[in-house]
């Protein structure tokens, strides 16, 4: 899935301030969370996300949405670039 199909695909869900973002390998960053449910689009690379709930390991295309307020955790080892986006 290239970019553009990748927003018109976290548009047609509602998202909206969608923006490229680029992690390096070794990225971490610790718990927190988010006023607004987020989204998180793979399209290159890997990332590992963790909630509460479980831990969520997303390659290139892979989609997942936290919910506003929910704690968690993210970091790769190889480096990642994702689509973000947010949703009242």
């Known amino acids: 899935m290239d970019r553009k199909e990748a927003e018109e695909r976290l548009k047609s869900m509602g998202y909206r301030n969608l923006y490229l973002w680029e992690d390096p390998p070794g990225t971490y960053y610790p718990w927190h969370t988010h006023p607004e449910e987020e989204v998180r689009l793979v399209l290159e690379g890997e990332i ?41």
């Open 48 to 88: 590992t996300i963790g909630t509460e709930e479980g831990i969520y390991h997303l390659r290139a295309g892979d989609l997942l949405q936290i919910r506003a307020g929910v704690r968690h955790w993210a970091r790769t080892d190889k480096g990642v670039k994702y689509l973000c986006g947010s949703k009242s």
